[in-house]
């Protein structure tokens, strides 16, 4: 129940294209729902992060569609640019009790110019 | 500037020795975070501390030990009990309470010769 799955491993855009990435959580008690991007010999920083009150939250290029029903929530990235090649991660936590915050095994993007 | 700061960032590691990685972090956050990163595997909890003189058990805490005497500085060792050594460790703190940041700190890429 801890598991956060996120597909695909990897992803081949061109310059320009969408980038879509999904994510799949099991515990109904997450209720933090972020995105990581990590450039290769960096730490991750945060791109954009959701709550379950909300089905959509939209930042520049980057898009955060969240199903509940699903327990799924996805990133897009629009008019992708070779300098978003880099590794993405979808994360889960909850608000109360452990803060232990789970990571998805990541997503490595690759933009075409 | 407030950050995390891991040190070192390279570290090599002979076999049977036992070696600590440092994280200090000046962004007044209780919870921080220890994650091992190999490639495909995204990123794995080794340990956590919400407070000072507490921490808990990550997924994958066996050969690693920690402690939280400050509530800036986070060591992680890894022992000789641990058989795969060579990874890439990425320390993270946030604020108490769930639904917040991480912040990351640049990681140690330790290799064992």
């Known amino acids: 129940q801890q598991q956060v799955k996120q597909s695909p491993q990897s992803l081949i855009v061109q310059k320009g294209g969408i980038s879509i990435i999904n994510c799949a959580y099991e515990?109904?008690?997450?209720?933090?729902f972020p995105w990581y991007q990590q450039f290769p010999g960096k730490g991750p920083a945060l791109l954009i992060a959701?709550?379950?009150?909300?089905s959509e939250k939209k930042e520049g290029r980057f898009t955060i569609s969240f199903n509940k029903s699903a327990k799924q929530f996805s990133l897009h990235i629009m008019d992708s640019q070779p300098g978003d090649s880099a590794t993405y991660f979808c994360?889960?936590?909850?608000?109360?009790?452990?803060?232990?915050?789970?990571f998805g095994t990541g997503t490595r993007l690759k933009v075409l110019a | 500037d407030g950050g995390i700061t891991q040190s070192p960032k390279y570290l090599f590691r002979k076999e049977g020795q036992n070696v600590t990685l440092s994280c200090e972090q000046n962004l007044n956050h209780d919870a921080m975070y220890w994650y091992r990163q190999d490639p495909g595997q995204g990123l794995r909890l080794i340990y956590y501390s919400q407070i000072v003189n507490d921490f808990q058990k990550g997924d994958i805490a066996e050969g690693y030990s920690v402690s939280r005497e400050k509530k800036e500085s986070f060591p992680l060792t890894v022992t000789s009990a641990q058989k795969n050594p060579t990874a890439f460790y990425l320390c993270?703190?946030?604020?108490?309470?769930?639904?917040?940041?991480?912040?990351f700190g640049q990681g140690t890429r330790l290799t064992v010769v």
């Open positions: 515990n109904t008690a997450f209720d933090y």
């Open positions: 993270a703190s946030r604020v108490a309470g769930g639904g917040t940041e991480a912040f």
């Open positions: 994360a889960a936590s909850k608000a109360s009790g452990t803060y232990k915050y789970i």
């Open positions: 959701i709550r379950p009150d909300v």
